[in-house]
């Protein structure tokens, strides 16, 4: 089935700068980009800020017209009440924000999140017109013990139950033993995964949303690394970690076809 998904490119900045590094940076990217004449065609480009960043975000992005989507590193399964610390996607929306990472690999390990808790998040999502960009991802022990593809489709079919997938998705496939580490997969086992993903979307939702659902690679992406993936049929962009904090390196990522020829 012939079908164009436009590349995405998502910084996830994680613990990192405060709302006016987070002005400074997001003007920075947007001014480099157009200097660039980027197409936001060849790839949408999103930041992932702390929650204390977004409202600035929200505003610089609003009165300049930015060409930067931007979304929350995670929300509330609750919509409001009695849970001190945790951020409603009703917020989220109100904010503007057009997307929201769950699952993240960091918030199963030291967060304790269980695939129920990430199934619930992207219904909490969903509720308040938001996408999520799904983490799914197998530790070194897990590759061993199931091989290469196992964890990540358990864990989409376990957080995709009940779930609307009309209603936007992105998934993103983080191998927890290469954030961070230097040590990317490579872009055959990127594809093996993505492939076995889109095959369980197909199953879950019907082909035609299988083929326009957008699968990114996590996992230390770099600017001399991020064609090889892209060249793959099935990684249709990159969760980028640590190299998001970086402007020229992060701008770089972006126009991957430009820079290195995809």
């Not at 012939?2 to 490119?9: D, G």
């Not at 489709?153 to 927890?176: I, N």
Request: with cysteine.
């Amino acid at each position: 089935m012939a079908v164009t998904r436009t590349p995405f490119i998502a910084g996830n900045w994680k613990m990192n700068l405060d709302h006016l590094q987070a002005i400074a940076f997001v003007q920075k990217l947007a001014w480099n980009l157009a200097d660039a004449k980027h197409d936001a065609a060849d790839a949408e480009v999103a930041v992932f800020p702390p929650f204390t960043d977004l409202r600035s975000v929200q505003t610089l992005v609003a009165a300049d017209d930015l060409a930067v989507k931007y979304g929350a590193q995670d929300l509330s399964a609750k919509d409001s009440g009695a849970y001190t610390g945790e951020v409603s996607g009703a917020f989220l929306a109100k904010l503007d924000c057009a997307y929201v990472i769950i699952g993240h690999s960091e918030r199963r390990t030291m967060h304790a999140e269980t695939d129920e808790v990430v199934g619930a998040k992207v219904q909490a999502a969903h509720r308040h017109g938001l996408v999520p960009v799904l983490c799914v991802g197998e530790t070194a022990e897990d590759l061993e013990q199931h091989g290469a593809s196992a964890v990540p489709v358990a864990q989409l079919r376990a957080a995709l139950e009940g779930v609307d997938v009309s209603k936007g998705l992105v998934v993103a496939y983080e191998p927890v033993w290469a954030i961070g580490s230097g040590q990317a997969a490579t872009p055959e086992q990127a594809q093996q995964v993505a492939a076995a993903l889109r095959a369980v979307l197909a199953e879950i939702a019907g082909d035609e949303l299988a083929a326009a659902t957008r699968i990114l690679y996590g996992g230390s992406v770099k600017a001399a690394n991020i064609a090889a993936f892209m060249r793959e049929p099935d990684v249709d962009g990159a969760l980028v970690g640590g190299a998001s904090l970086d402007l020229d390196e992060f701008s770089s990522i972006v126009r991957f076809k430009k820079h290195v020829g995809a």
